[in-house]
């Protein structure tokens, strides 16, 4: 079972500062010397290895200097830039406009060969209709930098969905039943929004199924995910988009997904289920 993402991107950080001290500490340094030969406060010192403070790449260059270790302060360095990308807060994304942050997920799943997905809470960006996708993001735009750019974002969404139809990368989704009665948006736009997902499902390279309520179940619904290619997780959480590279995580993540698709029904039950969720709009 994976850890928490939010989890995972602290456990990163503390990595990072315990590299840190544990090189404070071969060098035989105390804290105040050390803080001392840096020119800053101890308190700076503290909460870096603390992990309450994110170094920037002079502090590293000048931690590794006082330690007598200038030779590893590029690795540090490298180590540090992967943190501060793998936990992205919503809010510093949206402020470059909803449009450039769907540009960002089409450019990533425009090179990858192989995309999974798994949904617990929507329909993936990437099998939504225009109306269920535009009821969608709309929820952001108030708080976006660039509202009226809401339109071109649902459009840019649109575009990504187009991937299914183009080159011969392979698409494979799980998504829970509820994922088929939430009503995101007015039953006219989830009718359209099911009959969308009838018919992505029949594409050759498209792989859909869904674990129905009845299925008894060793693993609960965990958090909504996506896997790009091999090398890189999703994962959104309320405050904040979090990115896992790291190998041992990816394998959680990948044998996860793996047992969600053992969960999931395909074909003429998988088909059934959708009917019956637009026969329920009424």
Not at 156 to 163: D, F, H, I, P, V
Request: net charge positive; glycine share 6%.
């Amino acid at each position: 079972m994976p850890t928490s993402p939010s989890s995972s991107a602290q456990s990163a950080r503390r990595a990072l500062a315990e590299r840190l001290k544990n090189l404070r500490k071969d060098a035989g340094l105390t804290g105040r010397e050390l803080s001392a030969r840096c020119g800053w406060h101890p308190a700076k010192t503290s909460r870096i290895q603390d992990a309450k403070a994110a170094p920037s790449d002079a502090d590293i260059r000048a931690w590794c200097a006082a330690c007598g270790a200038d030779g590893q302060a590029p690795e540090l360095i490298a180590a540090s830039r992967a943190v501060e990308t793998m936990y992205a807060e919503w809010k510093r994304l949206r402020r470059l406009g909803l449009k450039r942050l769907q540009e960002s997920y089409t450019q990533a799943y425009t090179r990858a060969r192989l995309l999974r997905f798994y949904s617990s809470d929507a329909i993936p960006g990437m099998f939504q209709s225009h109306g269920y996708a535009t009821a969608i993001l709309s929820r952001f735009a108030a708080e976006a930098s660039s509202p009226s750019d809401l339109e071109q974002a649902v459009a840019q969404r649109m575009r990504r969905a187009q991937l299914m139809h183009e080159g011969d990368r392979r698409i494979v989704c799980v998504i829970e039943e509820s994922v088929l009665r939430y009503r995101i948006a007015e039953a006219s736009v989830m009718a359209g929004q099911l009959g969308h997902l009838l018919s992505v499902m029949s594409l050759a390279r498209v792989s859909l199924g869904i674990i129905p309520f009845t299925t008894e179940r060793g693993l609960w619904p965990v958090e909504t995910f996506h896997i790009i290619d091999d090398h890189l997780v999703e994962v959104e959480l309320v405050t904040a988009r979090v990115r896992i590279t790291a190998a041992s995580e990816l394998r959680e993540y990948l044998q996860t997904f793996t047992e969600l698709q053992e969960l999931a029904v395909y074909g003429t039950q998988a088909r059934a289920l959708i009917t019956d969720a637009i026969a329920a709009l009424g």
